[in-house]
């Protein structure tokens, strides 16, 4: 199994800036796609952005020339630079990584505990 531990979220007022970062550990073969997702209050659960191990990014349209994700496979870390935040993007981020246990399982999936962002406007 994969434990994911998420930190970086806060409170920012529109416009500014914030770093969410996602740390993966655990003994498995590999580590494939990672992403984010968020869910504000009273809505679904969505895609922010996601980051294969190759690099190939896919980002939510509504997040689209504002934030990056990035991953460091060494390291088995995933980041999500979020910049002109807005309060829209309030909510409540979770990072997740999909991983084969060996080298002869399908993917499973990991989600971390969550990190709460708030934008003031």
């Known amino acids: 199994q994969v ?3 998420e930190s970086g979220g806060g409170l920012v007022q529109a416009g500014g800036s914030l770093r969410l ?3 993966a550990s655990g003994r498995v073969f590999r580590i494939n796609a990672m992403g984010w997702y968020r869910q504000a209050p009273g809505k679904q659960r969505e895609l922010v952005a996601a980051i294969t191990r190759g690099g190939s990014t896919n980002y939510a349209d509504s ?3 504002r934030f990056t994700i990035s991953r460091d496979n060494a390291k088995s870390t ?3 630079q979020m910049n002109s935040l807005k309060p829209e993007d309030t909510a409540v981020y979770y990072c997740n990584a999909e991983f084969q246990k060996t080298t002869y399982t399908p993917n499973s999936l990991s989600w971390g ?5 708030t934008v003031s406007s």
């Open 3 to 5: 434990q994911l531990v």
């Open 21 to 23: 970062s996602c740390a």
């Open 63 to 65: 997040v689209k020339g």
């Open 78 to 80: 995933v980041s999500l």
């Open 113 to 117: 505990q969550g990190t709460q962002v």
